[in-house]
Structures are given as structure tokens and as C-alpha cells.
């Protein structure tokens, strides 16, 4: 009986110890609560005001897209003695192919030129031109969207191509044939190209026509070429002097 | 073309994560970093198979499958460390994207710093909204969220012009389909997504950023906002917490395996975890109206 007692009474001191305990636990679990839930409220308002800055700040970066233009480029007056070609009096085009033997056209609207002309020989001794490589154009608008994207031309990062010749010598034999040699930029390599054409001046203004294939690998646009889904070659046809 | 995008782009890097989230699965200390393992394993594989993607980046873009290896590392030797430690890796993972994948174009020159800066903001607020949403709502509803706004990424790229960029959007798609895979195919419900979520919101976000401003299409950037929207919906709702989170799911796993007791399958996956969707379809059907428009147009 006696130690009946003593354990009734162990086990009361017990209840109310645990109960005060759980009460408190409890008190405390509710207090933790509310501070974890004010400081969620406040970690997302935070990150709400956050996500507000954010967004302003990229709409205060503003839109950078300006077109580019070839006036700034290296490449020289027609008032030092040369004949100006730009888009209106000459053509840059191009047709691409694919093994299975489909093919695509376009070319650069926007592009400006210089022929300087020997006096005495009446030849033309150097050409330079820079084109606007935004202004590409393609037999379809899905291509020329394509076209300009990293895939081939990163016209973002690469928005000139420049082209400048220095060494034009006659072909032995061919009359009015000529072998231009120069270097064209392109993305960001530069490379010797080189092709034949047919230039000829007349009272101070200058004809030229050519095809000629570019390999476009040489200027690091790969794309569609190890799998073997687009020629690496390219057919470039140049005609200062008309225009279709 | 498309076919190769496809199979190079998406299939086997998707294959090889498939491979290391199940490999990493098997082992229990390597459990937490299955995540985090996969998209290494994914972005690896495309700079192996993807020829113009090279191992040291020289364009901005190159800096994509770089950084979202490097931050899975980081996260992988962050651990379970302090919140604090981790953190500093999201932070130090949007410095350096933002410092990388800006591109320093003359055009630019201006405002590239109030760009890197604005990236700064938005890549922290996207890493910890992802993280935050992803730890406590379901694995299986968190990843099928995280896999669809990547391949829906994708396919903007595609839109946007760009095979390149839809084939590195396939690389974070086929990491994350391999996390949905195994959180699908088990009775598993999280395997510390929200671990991969700073490596997985640079890939996202980055490429977005990257893609608008090399494209020349006529999409506009509320596409590509709304596409990445998804994954901020899961933060937004957890407060109404009915599904187990990451830490239920990492003890019952530890506990029971892959099993959660008293927890039926699919709860709180339905119609209404779809909703999170909603602006990820909206941004890409306007994309996809657009482009279509365009070529009739064309």
C-alpha cells in the first residue's frame, strides 16, 4: 500500500511537471511559429521587391538594337579617285546548296564600295567593300531569321564583313579577265580569297561580274557541315554594274 | 537537321543522365547528388558530341553548359552545408554567369554593366524561388514542371532561330527528363532537386537571355519570360503545404528506402499541378503562333 502511495504521488508530480512542460513546449512551438512565419512573409517580400528591381533593371538596360550602318567602315571615298558601288548599283548574292541537292538563294541589300581605277592602264588597281551583314535576305523568311542567328553569320556579334583587294592582275589570254586577290573578314576570321572576273572601265565607272565559290568553314561558320547536311561551299556572285 | 537536334541534342545526353541519376540513385552518399550529377553528365556529353560547343567557351553563349556543370559542382560540394554556404554559391554562380554570358559587343558598351547587374538580380531571385519551390513541394510535380519549361525552352530557341541554342536548351531538357524519369518510375518523391536548381536556373535563364539577344525573329520578350515562369509558380504555392517535402522524402528514404509510408501515389499531381504550366504554354503558343504567322507571311 505504502508503495501504491508513493508512486500515485511520484506520478502526479509527474503530470503536473509534464503538463507544465507541454504547455510551455507548446507555447513555444506557437511563438516559433509566428516567428517563422513573419520571417517567411518577410524573406518573400523581400524577394518580391527583389524580382521588382530586377525586372526594372532589365527594362532600364533599354533596347540596344541599332542598325548597323557601313558608313563608319575603313573603306575609302569614291571622291579619292575611285567608283563608288553601294545596294543600287551592285549585287552581293549568294545560293546555298545542300548534298541532297536543294538549294537556297539571297544576298546583302546594304553594302558600300569603292573600285579605285589605274588612270594610265585604265584598270581597276584595288577594290574595298563593307556590308552590312544584318541586311542578308534569303528566299525565305524562316532562312534569313536562321541566317542571322549564331548558327551562321551572329549578325549581334559580327554586324560588318569587310572586303578589300589590293592585288588585281590579267588572266594571260582572256581579254577584260581579271584574278582578284584579297582578304575578306568575315565573323571573326580573316582569310586570302580569291576568284576571276570580268572588269571592265569605261569613262570613269567600272563593271565587274563574278562566281566564284567561298568555302565558309575557312571563316568558322561550320554549321550543318560535319553532319553533312549543308555544303560547305558557297556560290558568291558579285556584279558591280547591275543590279537583277 | 531537326533530326539531328533531336538525337544529338536531346536523346543521348538524356540517356547518359538517365545513367548517372539511377547510377547515383544506387548508392545511398550519393543519393543527394543525383541531380546535380545528371546535368553535369548532360552538359558534358554536348560539348563531346556538339562540335561548335568547345571545351574552353570563347563566345558568351559557349559559357552555357560550362556554367551549369560548375554550378552543379559547387552545389554537389555545398551540400547539406550551411544555408548560408549555399547561399554564397547562388550568388557567386550569378556573378560569374552574368560577368560571362553578357556579351561584350560594341553595341552593348553602354549598358553592358546595367545588364550584368540586372542578370545578377534576376538569376539569385529565379536560383532561390526554384530552390525554395522545389524543396518543398513533390519531386514528381516539381521535375515535370523543371523538364517541360526546358523543353518548352527549347523549342522558343528553335523558334527564335537558333538549332544551336535548342540544342544546348536540349541539354538541360535531357537532365532534367531523366530526374522526372526516376522520380516517375520509383515511389520516390525527391531526390534533392532543389540541389541542381542554381546550375539549373543559369542554364534556363541564361539561355533565354542569350537567345533574345542573338535572335532576329519577331518574338517578343514576354515569350521568353513567360516560358521560365513555370518553376516560380511551385514557390509561390508551397505555403499550402499538402504534399511531403524534400526532407520527409530524404528521411522515409533513408528509413524505409524509396517508400513513403502513409503517402498515396500522385497526390497533389493533377489538373491543378498542371496550372503551374499555364504561362510556360502561353509564352511558347504565342512563340510558335508567331513563328507560323511568319512563314506564311514569308
Not at chain 1, 222 to 239: H, M, Q, R, S, W
Request: glycine content about 8%; proline content about 4%; hydrophobic content about 45%.
Amino acid at each position: 500500500m505504502v508503495v501504491t502511495k508513493a508512486v500515485r504521488e511520484r506520478y502526479t508530480l509527474f503530470q503536473t511537471t509534464h503538463t507544465l512542460s507541454s504547455e510551455s513546449l507548446q507555447l513555444n512551438v506557437a511563438k516559433n511559429k509566428t516567428k517563422l512565419k513573419f520571417w517567411r512573409r518577410l524573406s518573400m517580400r523581400y524577394l518580391g521587391l527583389f524580382a521588382l528591381l530586377a525586372i526594372v533593371s532589365f527594362a532600364g538596360c533599354g533596347n540596344d538594337t541599332e542598325d548597323a550602318s557601313v558608313s563608319g567602315t575603313t573603306v575609302p571615298d569614291a571622291d579619292a579617285g575611285g567608283f563608288a558601288f553601294s545596294g543600287e548599283n551592285a549585287l552581293i548574292a549568294f545560293k546555298g546548296t545542300k548534298p541532297d541537292g536543294s538549294s537556297h538563294v539571297g544576298g546583302f541589300k546594304d553594302f558600300k564600295g569603292t573600285a579605285q581605277i589605274d588612270e594610265e592602264t585604265e584598270t581597276v588597281k584595288s577594290i574595298a567593300v563593307s556590308i552590312n551583314v544584318e541586311s542578308i535576305f534569303s528566299d525565305s523568311e524562316k532562312l534569313t531569321t536562321h541566317l542571322k542567328n549564331v548558327d551562321f553569320f551572329a549578325v549581334s556579334e559580327f554586324p560588318l564583313a569587310e572586303f578589300k583587294a589590293d592585288d588585281i592582275s590579267a588572266v594571260e589570254g582572256e581579254e577584260g579577265r581579271f584574278l582578284v586577290k584579297g582578304e575578306l573578314s568575315l565573323l571573326e576570321k580573316t582569310d586570302m580569297v580569291e576568284f576571276p572576273a570580268t572588269i571592265a572601265v569605261a569613262d570613269g565607272s567600272v563593271t565587274m561580274e563574278s562566281t566564284f565559290m567561298l568555302d565558309r568553314t575557312k571563316f568558322g561558320m561550320n554549321y550543318g557541315v560535319e553532319d553533312n547536311k549543308i555544303d560547305p561551299g558557297v556560290e558568291l556572285t558579285i556584279a558591280i554594274g547591275r543590279t537583277e | 537537321m531537326l533530326f539531328d537536334v533531336v538525337v544529338v541534342g536531346f536523346l543521348v545526353p538524356f540517356s547518359v543522365a538517365l545513367v548517372l541519376v539511377l547510377g547515383c540513385w544506387k548508392v545511398e552518399s550519393f543519393r543527394s547528388a543525383s541531380a546535380s550529377v545528371a546535368l553535369i553528365g548532360a552538359s558534358v556529353t554536348g560539348v563531346l558530341l556538339l562540335s561548335w560547343l568547345p571545351v574552353v567557351p570563347d563566345k558568351h553563349w559557349q559559357w552555357l553548359p560550362t556554367l551549369a556543370s560548375i554550378g552543379c559542382l559547387l552545389t554537389v560540394i555545398a551540400g547539406n552545408r550551411a544555408r548560408y554556404i549555399r547561399l554564397a554559391v547562388v550568388v557567386v554562380l550569378a556573378l560569374v554567369a552574368s560577368y560571362t554570358l553578357v556579351p561584350n559587343w560594341k553595341r552593348l558598351e553602354e549598358t553592358i554593366w546595367g545588364y550584368r547587374i540586372a542578370g545578377v538580380f534576376v538569376l539569385i531571385v529565379y536560383s532561390l524561388f526554384t530552390e525554395f519551390g522545389t524543396s518543398r513541394s513533390d519531386g514528381r510535380l516539381a521535375s515535370l514542371i523543371l523538364a517541360i519549361t526546358a523543353i518548352a525552352t527549347s523549342i522558343l530557341m528553335f523558334c527564335s532561330g537558333s538549332l544551336k541554342f535548342a540544342q544546348i536548351g536540349g541539354l538541360i531538357a535531357a537532365a532534367s527528363l531523366a530526374w522526372a524519369a526516376v522520380l516517375w518510375s520509383t515511389q520516390s518523391r525527391n531526390f534533392n532537386l532543389a540541389g541542381a536548381m542554381p546550375a539549373y536556373s543559369v542554364g534556363i535563364v541564361g539561355l533565354l537571355f542569350c537567345g533574345y539577344m542573338n535572335s532576329y525573329s519577331d518574338l517578343p520578350i514576354p515569350c521568353y519570360c513567360l516560358v521560365a515562369a513555370a518553376p516560380l509558380g511551385l514557390a509561390l504555392s508551397v505555403s499550402r503545404k499538402s504534399t511531403p517535402t524534400s526532407s520527409d522524402c530524404d528521411q522515409a528514404s533513408k528509413t524505409n528506402g524509396l517508400e513513403i509510408d502513409g503517402v498515396p501515389p500522385n497526390k497533389g499531381i493533377g489538373p491543378t499541378g498542371l496550372l503551374y504550366l499555364l504561362p510556360t504554354a502561353i509564352g511558347l503558343g504565342w512563340a510558335i503562333v508567331l513563328t507560323v504567322l511568319a512563314e506564311f507571311q514569308g
